[in-house]
């Protein structure tokens, strides 16, 4: 079950706030009261509400004049004006000033009962318009048409995606940085039983301790300074979707504790705040470093580190998926083919050999980098080898130095990719007999695609 | 009737709901209620001496009785068993609701129903006794289950649906969802700790 609707009624006689109020209750919402339109405002800025339920006949600032100021100041919030007969033309001016629907006094439990699931399910659509708008000011893309691969190691990681993603049990994606971490977690959500709900992500790395706190459990007015109002967290707003915290290994120790306590309480408080709220959602993580590494130096919790790993997910990098650079390459061409509206660019052979001899420090990312940087730089539809720039080779080492049997693997991959995959050929240019080459293929589960 | 597994019926001896007629009330209506409420929920009640009419709830331009002054007397009636559930034969209302079936504290003491709308049936007329019973005992046992804290659920047929039409209650059964029925026995289990830390003596005539 999602999270309450946090309701304010708001009206001057005590009877009608104190039974709109109470028969609320009944129903799960959680409810505050207010008696004018100052104290309302003076509410909603310590609070947030999803909905406000307003009288429109009060002394002092009515509830038009209500309902615009919520408007400009809480745009999020949905309004609801409360009427007697006789004010259908404030009514009407209520709609055109923003309301999303009015109620006149006394109604039907129906309808009322009606118009609540209705503002329910247009808060829940305000919610992951809320997360889409997030997603794409972060400059991600929806879906997961990203992910690519044909090799047997991807192969295995989408029969991993369709297993976890039926559960509700928190999921860990270990891979090295740029090998579409985020891209498998967002469809691990996709394909689960909350992909209607909300897709929340953050980068804890990329957070000072004490904004990543204010990020994931909201704040409250006047929590720090500069909280000028109330604030929800990422938390509240995966209410009913997934919670995805990238680079969960950079996570301090003592935000550990937090989130450990939020995953065994299911309540959690905004920082200044004192209220428990609620929010069900999935948790994903994902770390490109060794978590139980950082447990044995102390770095990372170990209940922690149990309570997010109950399944577990390894991308590989893209130097041992060498079979997958081109398809990869192929699908980045169609990409930007429509994106730049230009001609579907092709790669020459040569462009082939050298895309797929480079080690991909940056895996799947770098080469989505190189192959929109050869885009640009490719005056017709060919791309040539001189327009794929990488990173040098003596960086790729020092970003990611190999042992020696790694190095032997990687030019054994590389000569049979160049030979298209002929065995005795790879061998030959080896220097090596053929026997001994297809032993050393068999043993590191070298293929041809 | 849809036995709750959950709720041992009966076992205290000091009653835990005190069923109030308000005015007259059929008694057999009355005693019904307190059945229902030991049969389904496992709660030992007790119909007590009625109470005067709730004429201090009249709301003049509508003809109806509001709900709210009706459970703040009932709550305050004096000392008595923890909860308290108000039958009257009067139509309900809340300020801004048109009708009610009945209405509730949610975690506080009283509850109240009306029998005024039971006997109605879709088409007109009215529909058999036995139905407006079970439709009685269905509003009292859903109305406590709110002053013992639990709110609306919408799994299919549970008592604690919302249901503001006769044809509605019809059809929810006369018991509570698994969830529910958890969370009640939990509230149940607490009230009977409090009962026994503080036993209370029978309550002084109503207001």
Redesign the interface.
């Known amino acids: 079950m999602t999270a309450a609707m946090q309701v304010l009624v708001v009206d001057d006689e005590l009877a009608m706030r104190e039974s709109i109020a109470a028969w609320l209750r009944q129903d799960g919402y959680q409810v505050a009261k207010a008696a004018g339109g100052a104290e309302a405002l003076q509410l909603m800025a310590q609070e947030v509400f999803d909905l406000a339920l307003v009288d429109i006949k009060m002394p002092g600032m009515d509830g038009l004049e209500l309902l615009r100021r919520i408007k400009s100041e809480h745009p999020d919030t949905l309004v609801i004006i409360i009427t007697a007969y006789g004010s259908i033309e404030s009514s009407v001016e209520a709609m055109k000033a923003g309301a999303s629907d009015y109620l006149l006094k006394p109604f039907d439990p129906e309808q009322l009962m009606l118009l609540l699931q209705k503002m329910s399910g247009q808060r829940a659509l305000l919610r992951e318009n809320l997360a889409l708008r997030q997603r794409l000011a972060d400059g991600e893309c929806p879906g997961f048409g990203d992910i690519v691969g044909r090799s047997p190691a991807m192969l295995a990681v989408f029969g991993r995606i369709e297993e976890v993603a039926e559960t509700e049990a928190p999921v860990l994606i270990t891979g090295e940085t740029g090998t579409g971490k985020e891209l498998v977690a967002r469809a691990i959500h996709s394909r689960g039983p909350r992909a209607f709900g909300p897709f929340v992500a953050i980068n804890c790395g990329a957070q000072a301790e004490g904004l990543l706190e204010s990020e994931l459990f909201g704040h409250e007015r006047g929590a720090f300074t500069g909280a000028v109002k109330a604030r929800r967290g990422r938390l509240e707003m995966a209410d009913g979707g997934a919670l995805f915290l990238d680079e969960v290994g950079e996570i301090s120790a003592k935000m550990q504790v937090a989130l450990l306590r939020v995953l065994e309480d299911k309540q959690f408080q905004r920082v200044g705040g004192s209220q428990n709220l609620s929010s069900d959602f999935r948790l994903i993580c994902a770390t490109h470093r060794d978590l139980s590494q950082l447990i044995s130096q102390g770095r990372f919790r170990q209940d922690f580190y149990y309570r997010i790993n109950v399944l577990a997910i390894h991308i590989p990098p893209l130097r041992e998926r060498l079979e997958d650079i081109i398809p990869l390459s192929e699908h980045f061409l169609d990409k930007f083919a429509r994106e730049t509206g230009k001609p579907r660019a092709h790669l020459e052979d040569k462009a082939c050999q050298a895309l797929c001899s480079y080690p991909w420090p940056g895996n799947v990312r770098e080469l989505r980098n190189v192959i929109e940087r050869a885009v640009l730089l490719a005056p017709g539809d060919k791309i040539e080898r001189r327009q794929l720039t990488f990173l040098s080779p003596q960086a790729a080492e020092e970003a990611s130095p190999l042992t020696l049997a790694e190095m032997e693997l990687n030019h054994i991959r590389r000569v049979l990719q160049a030979q298209d995959w002929n065995v005795s050929q790879a061998a030959s240019v080896l220097g090596i007999d053929r026997g001994t080459l297809s032993r050393k293929m068999k043993k590191a589960g070298l293929r041809a695609p | 009737m849809d036995q709750q597994a959950d709720n041992q019926p009966g076992a205290e001896s000091a009653p835990l709901v005190e069923v109030v007629p308000l005015g007259r009330v059929n008694q057999t209506a009355a005693a019904v209620a307190a059945a229902n409420l030991q049969a389904i929920f496992g709660l030992n009640a007790a119909v007590s001496e009625p109470w005067p009419e709730p004429t201090y709830a009249l709301v003049p331009t509508?003809g109806q009785y509001?709900?709210?002054p009706i459970l703040l007397a009932l709550a305050q009636g004096g000392p008595g068993p923890p909860l308290r559930l108000g039958l009257t034969g009067r139509d309900l209302?809340?300020?801004?609701?048109?009708?009610?079936f009945g209405?509730?504290?949610?975690e506080g003491r009283a509850a109240v129903v009306s029998l005024h709308r039971l006997r109605d049936a879709a088409q007109g007329g009215t529909v058999p006794r036995a139905l407006m019973l079970e439709r009685l005992a269905k509003i009292a046992l859903h109305e406590i289950a709110?002053v013992l804290g639990l709110?609306?659920c919408r799994a299919p047929g549970c008592l604690m649906n919302?249901s503001?039409?006769l044809a509605g209650l019809d059809r929810l059964r006369l018991g509570l969802c698994p969830a529910c029925n958890s969370r009640l026995a939990w509230q149940r289990r607490r009230l009977l700790g409090q009962a026994s830390r503080a036993p209370a003596g029978p309550g002084p005539p109503g207001p």
């Open positions: 509508r509001d709900a709210g209302c809340l300020p801004f609701l048109s009708y009610v209405e509730a504290q949610v709110h709110v609306h919302f503001s039409s």
